[in-house]
Structures are given as structure tokens and as C-alpha cells.
């Protein structure tokens, strides 16, 4: 715990002689370089992909400029020879099954990461950082080859399938081109994102709150539910949003181990660039999937601030 | 009202090769203010944490109200701490720090806010009752601390060195709340710390602790009077240890040539025998000048140091150099010279003889 003198309101109490003249203010074209970087670089993209969503389709691919909602229409509506409009669940299957593969990846990860975090937090300084280390080492290994190094172990003839063959499974075993195949590259690639925020907000725990908590009559299920989680739910919501974030746009997994048998999201953006050549329905599943991540990422926040202001 | 709340049995532990604690023994009856005294890394919290159950011994048994608990994980012991960093949950308000104890006992929960509420007055707090821990001085988590503590009425409430992270004008202060929240409660409170002056003010009785042993237990009278050995003399207070020739021991007594060459009688712990061995006289029972007694001899003074209330003093007589310090009861009670000679002199009730 902290020394007392670090709380409380820190009072603004810079001299203020005369205000600074827009010329002179240092901080302000101090940071004028960084602001324009970010801005170039964040910003400028996504505002090009939000105005092709609203542009029209050419007729031989691309796109001209113009506002035009089709777009983001075709996400739920199919128009048809007549130009009625039906409606058609076939992409909001994908979004929903995208969604459903990114909670599931998030809840594994979660359900991994936290045992697997304590133990490391538990260990001697040295053998932490080493772990620590250890957990980042895939992350030095481009992702494509880390995706056909499983293809490689879970395939035919791969070291799993021989491995249970050793123990009287059938020959020619494969466990690869399937749903259980996707999930189990997208949890290994996207764990260290979930391990290293967890452990860190697990090893930031004081040791001595859950003695107090055992102290004060607490089981082991009480002192999760009432001291461990709500203290480490920063950690854990950091690792939940870094895992859920990119599994929602993950475009390798599922078409290599999966087969591509079932559309995600991010092939189905990449297939409107690509081959499907319609940039605007593209760049609307796009803006649809960042709205919906922006909107969880701020109830997420008003909901942190929330409770800090709750004293 | 003389019952056992705690006993502590031929408790040993060992931390790898390190024996922390060896065979220790005692109780602690009920409704006392019992401290542990000791150096740092003595063993003192080990000891604690074996009592609030978050460490067992390697060997010996610990009893709580006559009841095994070596067995027992702490959420089933009757036992509170009140932890040194105080371990105030920081996401939770006061109440609900003070609550949660309550809550997990399963009190109903009209009984829980008001021993809540009753509590937080006791200490003073009530006006923060819905603040956060990050909110407070360290005073103040103190004695919320206390509060949580307190509130499940345990059977015995364990103390870690509570004040040592408090500055000096208001641990004198808590000093008292604590021992006036003692008395108040009738709660056992096993207070854990280095501080010796702390142990002497607060407790019933002391046990005072080192290298893994109980050194003696005994009331503050008896520990700063009557201190067995070298090292609970030395611990406890400040002493002059004169080497000195028992020529005789027996119910009790001995009677012991001082270095200044006078024979005296004075009290010795069982186990003295005849040759050499030490005899302790506390600085401020040596009386200089006007104030010595007729037993007096003549000592030089080799330094001083003038302490406004009282003074120091270093002194030489036959070659044996010690401390005596004299209150300066008047204005002109700091006129001997460095360098000077002046009579000194102890009452033999004064000394006392000790076991290595
Ligand atoms: N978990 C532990 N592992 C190894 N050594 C320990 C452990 N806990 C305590 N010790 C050692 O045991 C001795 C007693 O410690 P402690 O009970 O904390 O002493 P005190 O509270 O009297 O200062 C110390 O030397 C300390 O280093
Ligand atoms: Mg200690």
C-alpha cells in the first residue's frame, strides 16, 4: 500500500501569470509531430475504409466515391431480380459464428491463462523472468509458420495422431480441417495476449489480502469470488479484450486449420477485396465489426470508471 | 479467569537448514494483553502466523481454548489478526471491510450493520464509514484494521507489530487505545513486536523471544527487574553487565565481590553458582553524588552526555568502566566535570546476578 500523501485530489496549482500566446505554447507543437503521426496512421485508414463503405460499387470491381448504403444493407438483405429486398441470415450466420469462435478462443484462453499466471507469479524472481520470457518466445516466430507447425502436429501422419496410434488408434488419423482445428491454433496463438496482462495484475496482488480474507472467516470460493477476482478483473478484462479484439478479424486460423470450410468474418472481408471484388460491402462488414468492438470497449470503460468513482 | 486461551506445545519449525523456532512452550491466558518481545527475525511472526493458521510447525501441538488447532485452516479458527500493512481490502469501503468478517460468519444482516456501525465508533471512524482504504492516513487504516479485527469478537485477536509503520506521537497514542480496547473487550490480544518500551507499557505479560527460544516469561516488573539472563537483561533495557565472583549461592541469593571490591547480597536466579559470573545494575539505579548510598566508591567520570531531563554518564572505578545516568532534579543537578571524580553507588536490591 502507498503512502497516504500519494491520495487525494491533486490540486492544479500552476503559476498562471498571463496566459501563453498560441505561438508560444511548447507542449502544444511539442507534440504536434506525435499527434500527426497517430492521426496519420490510426485515424487516416479508418476514415478511408469508412467512406468506402458508403461509396458504390463499380461495375467491373472497385468502387466510385459517393453515399451509398448498399453496402451495409446487403449485411442483412439480398435485393433481388426485381429489386425487392429479402431478407438473408447467410452473413449474419458468419458475424454471429465469428462471434461465437472469438468468445469461445477468449474463454479458453481466460480459463488457461489464470492457473498457469498464479504459478508464474508464485515462483522465484529469476524462474518469473524467465517464464515471463518463455511465454513471449512464440511471438519471435512469424504467425504463418506457427499456423503449418500445427498443421504439421495435428495432420495426417502429424506427431499427435501417430502419438495415439502408438496407444491403438486407428492409422491415418487427422485432426486437422475442422472447428476443434481453428480453435485450438487461435487459442495458442492468442494466450500470451492473455497470459501476460493476467500475470501481471495477479503479481501486483498483495499476498497478505487473501491471508486477511482467510482470517476473516472467507473459504477459498469466497476469497476468489470477493477478494482475487474483483482486485485482478483489470488484468483479466485487458486480457479478455486483447484476445476477443483480433479473434474477431482472425483470417489464418480458419481457413488453414479450418479448411476454410466455414466463413469468419475476416476471410469475408478479405474475399469482398479480393476476389469478390465489392469493396464497399467489405469495407461495411468492417466498419460493422469496429462500431461493435468500440461500443463493448466503452461500456467496458464507463463501467471501470464507474466503479473507481463509487468511493 | 485464569483459563488457557492459547498453549503453545514443543513447537519447533524449520525454514530449510534454518531452525526458526526450537521446541518453544507456553501459554497464554484468557483475556490478557500477552506480547511477544524479540529481535527482528527472532521468530516472533512465525509464531503468530502458526496461531492464526497460516503456517504449521514442524513438530508440537497448538491448542486454543483447549482445542487442537494445528489441523484447522484459518477461515474455521476463532482467531483475528490485525496484519502490519494493515491488508485493508482497497476495493471495498470501510463498512464493508469491517462487514466482511460478519458476512462470512453468516450474522443476519440487520446484526452485521450494527455491529459495524457500533465498531467504526469505537474507533473513531464513523464519519469515514463509506470511504476506501486509499482514502486514509495510516493512522486511521490502523485502527480500521483493529475494527475488522474485532468486530467477529475472536477468541483471540493476534497483533504484528501493529504501530511500527505509525509516527511516533500517534503510536503513543494508539499505545493506549489499544490497551483501553483490551480492557474493554476482555478480548486475548497477542501483540507481536521489537519494541520494548511498547512491551513494557501495554501488555499483562511478556515472553521474550530469541534465537528461536523462550528467553523468560514474566510480567514487565519481572522481565525489566528480574531478567534471568545476559540476554534478556541486555534486550530489555539498558544494563551494565559487571564481571563479579559468586562465593556463595543458595535459596535465591548469592553473595558476589564486585570489580569495585565491595561484597554484597543480591538476588540470582536458581541454576548460579560458585566462580565467576555477571552481575546486572541498570544505569539509572546507580546513584551519583549527594543521591549515592553509604556503600558508595569513589568513580571518574570518562564522558557525558547531557540529556536536558536527565544526564549520562560514563564512568571508571578500578579499571571496570559503566553507565549510570542521574535525573537532574534541579537546575544545579549537571555540575560534575568530565574528568571529575564522584562517589557512586547501588542499593544491593538494585543488582542482580546472571545466568550466562
Ligand atoms: N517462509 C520463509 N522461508 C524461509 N525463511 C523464513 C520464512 N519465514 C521466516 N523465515 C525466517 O525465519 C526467521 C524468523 O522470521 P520471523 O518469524 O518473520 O521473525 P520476526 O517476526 O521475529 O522478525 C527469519 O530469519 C526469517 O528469515
Ligand atoms: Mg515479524
Known amino acids: 500500500m502507498t503512502d497516504s500523501a500519494h491520495h487525494g485530489p491533486v490540486t492544479a496549482t500552476a503559476p498562471r501569470a498571463r496566459a501563453p500566446g498560441f505561438w508560444h505554447n511548447l507542449a502544444f507543437w511539442g507534440l504536434l509531430p506525435s499527434w500527426l503521426l497517430m492521426g496519420v496512421a490510426l485515424l487516416l485508414p479508418i476514415l478511408i475504409i469508412a467512406a468506402v463503405s458508403v461509396a458504390t460499387r463499380g461495375a467491373y470491381g ?131 495476449l492473455m497470459v ?12 497478505t489480502l487473501i491471508e486477511a480474507a482467510h482470517d476473516l472467516y472467507g473459504n477459498r470460493w469466497v476469497t476468489l469470488r470477493r477478494v482475487i477476482l474483483p482486485l485482478t478483473a483489470p488484468g483479466l478484462i485487458s486480457g479478455a479484450i486483447l484476445v476477443f479484439v483480433p479473434s474477431l478479424g482472425a483470417v489464418l486460423e480458419p481457413s488453414l486449420m479450418g479448411g476454410g470450410k466455414q466463413m469468419m468474418m475476416g476471410s469475408l472481408i478479405q474475399l469482398q477485396f479480393s476476389g469478390g471484388r465489392n469493396w464497399p460491402f467489405g469495407a461495411a462488414i468492417a466498419m460493422t465489426l469496429l462500431v461493435f468492438v468500440m461500443i463493448v470497449l466503452l461500456l467496458i470503460a464507463r463501467r471501470a470508471t464507474a466503479k473507481e468513482s463509487t468511493a | ?86 491488508a485493508l481490502f482497497p476495493h471495498m469501503t470501510l463498512e464493508q471491510n469491517v462487514a466482511f468478517g460478519l458476512e462470512n460468519l453468516g450474522w443476519q444482516r440487520s446484526r452485521i450493520r450494527s455491529r459495524v456501525g457500533e465498531m467504526l465508533e469505537r474507533v473513531h471512524m464513523s464519519q469515514f464509514a463509506t470511504r476506501k482504504p486509499a482514502q486514509l492516513s495510516g493512522g486511521q487504516r490502523q485502527r480500521v484494521a483493529l475494527a475488522r479485527a474485532l468486530a467477529p469478537e475472536p477468541e483471540v485477536l493476534l497483533l504484528d507489530e501493529p504501530l511500527s509503520a505509525l509516527d511516533l506521537k500517534l503510536r503513543q497514542a494508539m499505545r493506549d487505545e489499544l490497551r483501553m480496547l483490551q480492557r474493554d473487550t476482555g478480548i486475548t490480544f497477542v501483540f507481536v513486536t521489537h519494541d520494548q518500551e511498547e512491551a513494557l507499557d501495554m501488555s499483562d505479560r511478556i515472553a521474550v523471544l530469541g534465537g528461536g527460544e523462550v528467553q523468560q516469561i514474566g510480567t514487565p516488573t519481572e522481565i525489566y527487574e528480574e531478567p534471568v539472563n545476559r540476554f534478556v537483561a541486555d534486550f530489555v533495557g539498558e544494563t551494565n553487565f559487571l564481571p563479579v565472583e559468586v562465593l556463595e549461592a543458595a535459596g535465591g541469593m548469592a553473595t558476589v565481590r564486585t570489580p569495585f571490591g565491595q561484597l554484597i547480597r543480591v538476588s540470582a536466579p536458581a541454576g548460579v553458582t560458585k566462580g565467576a559470573a555477571t552481575l546486572s545494575v541498570r544505569p539509572e539505579k546507580i546513584n551519583l553524588g549527594d543521591q549515592a548510598p553509604a556503600t558508595a566508591f569513589p568513580a571518574q567520570v570518562v564522558n557525558k552526555n547531557y540529556m536536558g531531563g536527565y544526564t549520562h554518564y560514563l564512568l571508571s572505578a578500578n579499571g571496570t568502566e559503566f553507565r549510570a545516568s542521574r535525573r537532574n532534579a534541579s537546575r544545579e543537578g549537571d555540575t560534575i566535570p568530565v574528568g571529575g571524580t564522584i562517589a557512586a553507588g547501588f542499593a544491593e536490591t538494585s543488582a542482580r546476578v546472571l545466568l550466562a
Open chain 1, 196 to 207: 501476460l496482462p493476467v500475470f501481471a495484475s495477479i503479481e501486483k496482488l498483495d499476498g
Open chain 1, 62 to 192: 472497385g468502387f466510385e466515391w459517393g453515399f451509398d448504403l448498399s453496402g451495409y444493407r446487403q449485411i442483412l438483405f439480398n435485393e433481388g431480380w426485381t429489386g425487392e429486398l429479402e431478407f438473408t441470415p447467410q452473413y449474419l450466420v458468419i458475424i454471429l459464428r465469428t462471434l461465437a469462435l472469438a468468445g469461445v478462443t477468449t474463454l479458453i484462453c481466460l480459463a488457461v491463462a489464470v492457473p498457469v499466471a498464479y504459478h508464474i507469479a508464485c515462483q522465484p524472481p529469476r524462474l518469473k523472468a524467465a517464464l515471463v520470457y518463455l511465454i513471449t518466445l512464440p511471438f519471435w516466430v512469424s504467425m504463418i509458420l506457427r499456423v503449418y507447425a500445427w498443421m504439421i502436429i495435428l495432420g495426417r501422419d502429424g506427431p499427435l495422431p501417430r502419438f495415439l496410434e502408438f496407444f491403438g488408434a486407428h492409422a491415418g488419423l487427422s485432426f486437422m480441417y475442422n472447428d476443434g482445428a481453428t480453435l485450438a491454433a487461435m487459442v495458442y496463438t492468442y494466450m500470451p
Open chain 2, 1 to 86: 479467569m485464569n483459563q488457557k486461551a492459547v498453549e503453545v506445545i514443543g513447537v519447533s519449525k524449520n525454514f530449510g537448514s534454518y531452525q526458526a523456532l526450537k521446541s518453544i512452550s507456553f501459554d497464554i491466558r484468557s483475556n490478557e494483553f500477552f506480547t511477544m518481545l524479540g529481535p527482528s527475525g527472532c521468530g516472533k511472526t512465525t509464531l503468530l502466523r502458526m496461531l492464526a493458521g497460516f503456517e504449521s510447525p514442524d513438530t508440537g501441538s497448538i491448542l486454543l481454548n483447549g482445542r487442537e488447532v494445528v489441523e484447522i485452516p484459518p477461515h474455521k479458527r476463532r482467531v483475528n489478526t490485525v496484519f502490519q500493512s494493515y
